[in-house]
């Protein structure tokens, strides 16, 4: 036991860390290790800010935001979508206040510099004669899209994608990428370190007793052994089926410890739903039209994740994203956004409540356990527990996280 508010050292906490253990109290309490997970993760990796349908018309913006962290992504005049950091240039006030909005100029409301939809700065009052505006603009935020959906980086020189896009390029165009829309977003406040919550999407060890709902449609919630008998005849049915082979695409993972360096991880796989479910929903049956060039339901569902906060669950049907983003040490914000086919009329393709029913009950069950998980961790007797073999992918994770911080200076 510690003396309260003693943390150890980062590099000691990494030194110390044990192989097929879950992590020691200080990574979910020490402000070092929180600072490092900044500059580390938060500031280097590629994050979904959300998506283009959020921004129908010239002058839409919605704020993305973290820790204390917050960027403005705005759709300009010339059509295209920027991102900026939403600090004014003169004081660096927050210039946008309002979560979203629709503005003609981004206009700070300190002392009124107004910027123009491109981030470059149109009017400084009262400024002296040698006060240059051109180099004044706000600060550009990397931004890139997959399909519609907007990722950014508050790096640098940013992780590359090239691999990820040139991999995954047949999955985009088969789902429809570039042809769906924000049919929901929800954010669910947690209690809870935002570690705890990534690393509670990183295994199915507790969607069994924790989520009914879910393991009545998902195979991954059995044993490892049933899992993996029940996905080689699902594959081996999709062979069989000429018109289904499409969805079978090749399994991906350079995810977290196996990237290349300068690359951004990425994972993709397709994975069977039980047996008869078509879809995640209250009866198993579909609840939206098809997406992309899907010609029909094949009994499965796609896992794709793009860097470390970054989550979606492709069904034939609807799409759905989920990002964890760290409030502060210890509370973090989860995002769900459910999408369909751009196209798709609600009251009359689908139905908002039946869409989201499976997933806003799935993740009210999450942050309850999540938040039971910090409350035991903060205890003075908690201790690093030993992970199960269903908790593979959350060792993957915790390899991936330590030597992520491990090079923090
Ligand atoms: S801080 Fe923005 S105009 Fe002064
Ligand atoms: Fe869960």
Request: net charge negative; glycine share 8%.
């Amino acid at each position: 036991m510690q003396p309260p508010n003693h943390h150890r050292p980062l590099k000691q906490l990494l030194a110390d860390y044990k192989h097929g253990y879950s992590l020691e109290q200080d990574f979910y309490k020490s402000p070092e290790v929180y600072r490092a997970e900044m500059q580390q993760i938060f500031l280097k990796h590629w994050v979904l800010a959300g998506h283009t349908s959020q921004l129908p018309n010239a002058g839409d913006y919605f704020l993305f935001e973290f820790d204390v962290e917050s960027v403005i992504v705005v759709r300009t005049k010339d059509g295209s979508v920027k991102a900026h950091m939403n600090v004014c240039r003169h004081r660096g006030s927050r210039v946008c206040l309002e979560k979203q909005g629709t503005a003609q100029a981004l206009v700070c409301p300190y002392h009124a510099w107004t910027y123009d939809l491109d981030g470059s700065l149109m009017g400084a009052r009262q400024m002296a004669d040698d006060f240059d505006k051109s180099v004044n603009g706000l600060h550009p935020v990397h931004l890139k899209m997959v399909g519609g959906l907007i990722f950014i980086s508050l790096a640098e020189n940013p992780l590359s994608l090239d691999t990820m896009f040139a991999d995954l390029e047949n999955v985009f165009d088969l789902f429809g990428f570039d042809n769906m829309k924000v049919a929901h977003h929800q954010s669910y406040a947690i209690d809870a370190n935002w570690k705890l919550a990534v690393e509670n999407y990183q295994e199915c060890y507790h969607c069994a007793p924790s989520h009914p709902e879910f393991a009545k449609i998902h195979a991954m919630a059995g044993s490892p052994a049933k899992f993996q008998a029940c996905k080689e005849s699902y594959l081996a049915s999709l062979d069989a089926a000429a018109a289904s082979t499409k969805t079978k695409t090749r399994e991906s993972n350079a995810y977290f410890d196996l990237a290349e360096a300068g690359d951004e991880g990425y994972q993709y796989g397709r994975n069977p739903l039980l047996q008869g479910a078509l879809s995640g929903s209250h009866n198993q049956g579909p609840v939206a039209p098809l997406l992309g060039k899907l010609e029909g339901y094949d009994g499965g569902a796609s896992e794709f994740m793009l860097g470390p906060m970054s989550y979606f669950l492709i069904y034939d049907d609807h799409m759905l994203a989920y990002r964890f983003t760290p409030t502060s040490i210890d509370t973090c914000k989860g995002d769900l956004y459910w999408f369909v086919r751009s196209d798709a009329v609600e009251g009359k393709d689908y139905d908002k409540e039946k869409l989201t029913w499976l997933w806003d009950v799935t993740i009210k069950a999450d942050e309850e356990i999540i938040v039971n998980n910090q409350k035991g961790v903060n205890s003075h007797f908690y201790a690093p527990g030993r992970l199960s073999d269903m908790e593979y992918f959350e060792q993957h994770f915790l390899n991936w996280y330590l030597q992520a911080i491990g090079s923090y200076k």
